[in-house]
């Protein structure tokens, strides 16, 4: 094993023939009696670590199975004089999705003393499949977020204090991951915030209200005459008068089977995003508190600009999702997908630069992206996973990212190590340019040629991918500018600005319209014009001078072209701003205060996914969504 405080550990699992959605238990004893104890672990999926019957630790990092990460932490406080009781119940996700690449069910740790280990995994090390998680259900509250959960409290023995019955020796699992340290902080519990009763909807059936939008680990204490199955629903809002559970193919609750008599369990496994949470048993119970421990990645905010009182509540609502939207890695929301993408998280990286004044997480997100390996060397719609989906347009926003962060840290020598990988990348694109010099969309089933949520450009219509379109060539004409800054700040001898004068040359003698001084966005019999193709178009440089006056002043308020959704606002204004930042600061103020204001008087204490709110997408519309923290950026920019 690389790592030396590993040295003694060895992968492990509880039986031979794993299966998806499965709960390993692992037991061992050790003896302390004081100094170090200092745990490293890593698992495939999720662990939760418990010392002497307490919750010690939690929390995998999201890695890809080629590139494992361990994390490191003091137990000493957890352990005890004598003999310890170390408790590990591992979650084996194993089925693709958003957030998760499919690895071999397993888990790794040794427990490291003052003169050495104390304990490490091994084939003496005691298992079983849990008794009160059900394993092998299946049951996936979203195909983006995965499996639910149900937990059966009648079925606890006692195994976590070494009084469990069925515990044999583990399974080894023979395998070599490289392993590295996990590159950011762990997660903290904040003060658990308790559902407040607002009303009964039905027999045994009860709301709650946690008062916000809260993210973390469901908890619950229940006193029941008898044994009974709990089902807990959970979201963001009541507008139907209760939980909206059931939407589509989704299904927004977990499973609590309380014992009789009292019950007090923590899942430390699935973060719950919602505000409300609504609770149906089968019998009266004589004593329930519901609440949900928010789970925080630990952060200072930095002090805000001078504002209004209007603007200080749009930006305090901005940071929050900032935060709310921050775990293992940034998740474009917490209620349905917890996921990164890469053109959400480069919105919530900008916006934390100026909120929170730190770059180790972007960073880490920024890594972790940089180590998807799919074979036609664009990157997955999400970091880590396997799906076969992929935005080409996503992968060009990579280097936005990349050239902020590089612009906000400092950092050469990480950019210096992904820079190989950022090459491959505008490679693909650069190989398809046809005899114009322009890049078509992408052909297959696996990739979805999306730039935003407005007809013609989600993706979803049937189009003729062998012509091009604005926005991608834009988008490319940006990543290659943002790919000259980086290489020249590497001192690495490149014609990436060159590269992109060409295209914008391309760009402009293909989709210029000099009737209208207007982008269109694909040459079709009846052309469509978007404000975000010409946002786009006047941010590369396709046109310049009076040209981009005229355009800009056209793009406001032009009912001839598609507008623009909120996650793209940035666009616009940035577009605005470059060519008259005193002119449209007045407009792009405006603008901000217009669009979050019914944000602010919901009273969820966070921002939408798109202005429709929970109406969007078939009633599945998050409220909690970091694209949309963007007004962070903009009070810092303009105030």
């Given at each position: 094993?690389?790592?030396?405080?590993?040295?003694?550990?060895?992968?492990?699992?509880?039986?031979?023939?794993?299966?998806?959605?499965?709960?390993g238990?692992?037991?061992?004893?050790?003896?302390?009696?004081?100094?170090k104890?200092?745990?490293?672990?890593?698992?495939d999926?999720d662990?939760?670590?418990?010392?002497?019957?307490?919750?010690?630790?939690?929390?995998?990092?999201?890695?890809?199975?080629?590139?494992?990460?361990?994390?490191?932490?003091?137990a000493?406080?957890?352990?005890?004089?004598?003999?310890?009781?170390?408790?590990?119940?591992?979650?084996?996700?194993?089925?693709?999705?958003?957030?998760?690449?499919?690895?071999?069910?397993?888990?790794?740790?040794q427990?490291?003393?003052?003169?050495?280990?104390?304990?490490?995994s091994g084939?003496?090390?005691?298992?079983?499949?849990?008794?009160?998680?059900?394993?092998?259900?299946?049951?996936?509250?979203?195909?983006?977020?995965?499996?639910?959960?149900?937990?059966?409290?009648?079925?606890?023995d006692?195994?976590?204090?070494?009084?469990?019955?069925?515990?044999?020796?583990?399974?080894?699992?023979?395998?070599?991951?490289?392993l590295?340290?996990?590159?950011?902080?762990?997660?903290?519990?904040?003060?658990?915030?308790q559902g407040?009763?607002?009303?009964n909807?039905?027999?045994?059936?009860?709301l709650y209200?946690?008062?916000?939008?809260?993210?973390?680990?469901?908890?619950?204490?229940?006193?029941?005459a008898?044994?009974?199955?709990?089902?807990?629903?959970?979201?963001?809002?009541?507008?139907?008068?209760?939980?909206?559970?059931i939407?589509?193919?989704?299904?927004?609750?977990v499973?609590?089977?309380?014992?009789?008599?009292?019950?007090?369990?923590?899942?430390?496994?699935?973060?719950?995003?919602?505000r409300?949470?609504?609770?149906?048993?089968?019998?009266?119970?004589?004593?329930?508190?519901?609440?949900?421990?928010?789970?925080?990645?630990?952060?200072?905010?930095?002090?805000?600009?001078?504002?209004?009182?209007?603007e200080?509540?749009?930006?305090?609502?901005c940071?929050?999702?900032?935060?709310?939207?921050?775990?293992?890695?940034?998740?474009?929301?917490?209620?349905?997908?917890?996921?990164?993408?890469?053109?959400?998280?480069?919105?919530?990286?900008?916006?934390?630069?100026?909120?929170?004044?730190?770059?180790?997480?972007p960073?880490?997100?920024?890594?972790?992206?940089?180590?998807?390996?799919r074979?036609?060397?664009?990157?997955?719609?999400?970091?880590p996973?396997?799906?076969?989906?992929?935005?080409p347009?996503?992968?060009?926003?990579?280097?936005?990212?990349?050239?902020?962060?590089?612009?906000?840290?400092?950092?050469?020598?990480?950019?210096?190590?992904?820079?190989?990988k950022?090459?491959?990348?505008?490679?693909?694109?650069?190989?398809?340019?046809?005899?114009?010099?322009?890049?078509?969309?992408?052909?297959?089933?696996?990739?979805?040629?999306?730039?935003?949520?407005?007809?013609?450009?989600?993706?979803?219509?049937?189009?003729?991918?062998?012509?091009?379109?604005?926005?991608?060539?834009?988008?490319?004409?940006?990543?290659?500018?943002?790919m000259?800054?980086?290489?020249s700040?590497?001192g690495?001898?490149?014609?990436y600005?060159?590269r992109?004068?060409?295209?914008?040359?391309?760009?402009?003698?293909?989709?210029?319209?000099?009737?209208?001084?207007?982008?269109?966005?694909?040459?079709?019999?009846?052309?469509?014009?978007?404000?975000?193709?010409n946002?786009?178009?006047?941010?590369?440089?396709?046109?310049?001078?009076?040209?981009?006056?005229?355009?800009?002043?056209?793009?406001?308020?032009?009912?001839?072209l598609?507008?623009?959704?909120?996650?793209?606002?940035?666009?616009?204004?940035?577009?605005?701003?470059?060519?008259?930042?005193?002119?449209y600061?007045?407009?792009?103020?405006?603008?901000?205060?217009?669009?979050?204001?019914?944000?602010?008087?919901?009273?969820?204490?966070?921002?939408?996914?798109?202005?429709?709110?929970?109406?969007?997408?078939?009633n599945a519309?998050?409220?909690?969504?970091?694209?949309?923290?963007?007004?962070?950026?903009?009070?810092?920019?303009?105030?």
């Amino acid at each position: 094993m690389c790592n030396q405080g590993l040295d003694r550990a060895k992968w492990i699992w509880c039986n031979d023939k794993p299966e998806a959605d499965e709960y390993g238990e692992f037991y061992t004893a050790f003896w302390w009696q004081q100094g170090k104890a200092e745990l490293q672990i890593s698992a495939d999926s999720d662990y939760a670590v418990y010392l002497n019957g307490s919750l010690c630790a939690f929390g995998q990092y999201h890695d890809f199975p080629y590139d494992k990460v361990y994390d490191t932490v003091d137990a000493s406080r957890f352990c005890r004089a004598g003999q310890n009781h170390l408790a590990i119940v591992v979650w084996h996700y194993g089925d693709s999705n958003m957030s998760y690449y499919p690895g071999r069910a397993a888990l790794l740790f040794q427990l490291n003393g003052n003169n050495g280990c104390l304990v490490a995994s091994g084939h003496e090390t005691k298992a079983r499949l849990s008794r009160t998680y059900q394993s092998h259900r299946r049951q996936k509250i979203t195909s983006q977020l995965g499996f639910g959960f149900a937990y059966d409290a009648t079925k606890e023995d006692g195994w976590m204090l070494g009084n469990g019955h069925g515990l044999g020796h583990c399974t080894l699992v023979e395998q070599d991951l490289p392993l590295r340290p996990r590159p950011c902080k762990k997660l903290e519990f904040d003060p658990p915030r308790q559902g407040i009763l607002i009303k009964n909807t039905a027999k045994h059936t009860a709301l709650y209200d946690l008062g916000a939008n809260t993210v973390g680990f469901l908890r619950v204490t229940a006193m029941s005459a008898s044994a009974q199955a709990l089902t807990i629903s959970y979201g963001e809002h009541i507008t139907d008068g209760s939980v909206r559970r059931i939407i589509g193919k989704r299904d927004f609750s977990v499973e609590v089977t309380v014992r009789k008599g009292e019950t007090v369990y923590l899942n430390p496994f699935r973060r719950l995003g919602c505000r409300y949470l609504e609770v149906a048993g089968t019998a009266p119970l004589d004593h329930f508190l519901i609440e949900v421990l928010p789970t925080s990645y630990p952060v200072r905010a930095l002090p805000h600009p001078v504002l209004t009182h209007n603007e200080q509540e749009i930006y305090d609502i901005c940071v929050n999702t900032l935060h709310l939207c921050m775990h293992e890695h940034y998740e474009d929301c917490p209620w349905r997908e917890q996921a990164l993408y890469c053109m959400d998280s480069r919105n919530q990286m900008l916006c934390g630069y100026y909120a929170f004044g730190e770059t180790a997480f972007p960073r880490a997100n920024l890594e972790l992206i940089s180590k998807d390996d799919r074979a036609d060397g664009l990157l997955a719609i999400c970091s880590p996973s396997d799906t076969a989906l992929c935005i080409p347009s996503f992968s060009l926003h990579y280097f936005t990212q990349c050239a902020e962060y590089l612009h906000h840290s400092g950092d050469e020598a990480f950019l210096r190590e992904i820079y190989p990988k950022l090459e491959r990348i505008l490679q693909v694109f650069l190989a398809r340019q046809n005899t114009q010099g322009l890049v078509p969309p992408f052909a297959g089933e696996g990739y979805w040629n999306f730039y935003e949520w407005r007809n013609g450009l989600d993706g979803h219509k049937a189009l003729d991918i062998s012509v091009p379109d604005l926005p991608l060539n834009a988008l490319l004409s940006l990543a290659l500018q943002h790919m000259s800054k980086i290489a020249s700040r590497l001192g690495v001898t490149n014609d990436y600005a060159g590269r992109a004068k060409q295209l914008n040359r391309s760009i402009s003698n293909y989709f210029y319209d000099n009737k209208r001084n207007l982008f269109f966005d694909r040459p079709t019999a009846s052309k469509t014009y978007s404000v975000l193709g010409n946002a786009l178009a006047v941010l590369c440089g396709a046109v310049t001078g009076e040209a981009a006056r005229i355009l800009c002043a056209s793009v406001i308020d032009n009912p001839l072209l598609t507008p623009i959704s909120l996650s793209m606002q940035c666009f616009l204004y940035d577009a605005l701003l470059q060519m008259d930042l005193a002119k449209y600061r007045p407009y792009v103020l405006q603008k901000i205060e217009q669009t979050y204001r019914p944000m602010v008087e919901l009273g969820l204490g966070t921002v939408w996914e798109t202005e429709q709110g929970e109406s969007d997408f078939k009633n599945a519309g998050s409220l909690c969504h970091g694209w949309s923290a963007m007004p962070v950026y903009y009070y810092h920019k303009l105030k």
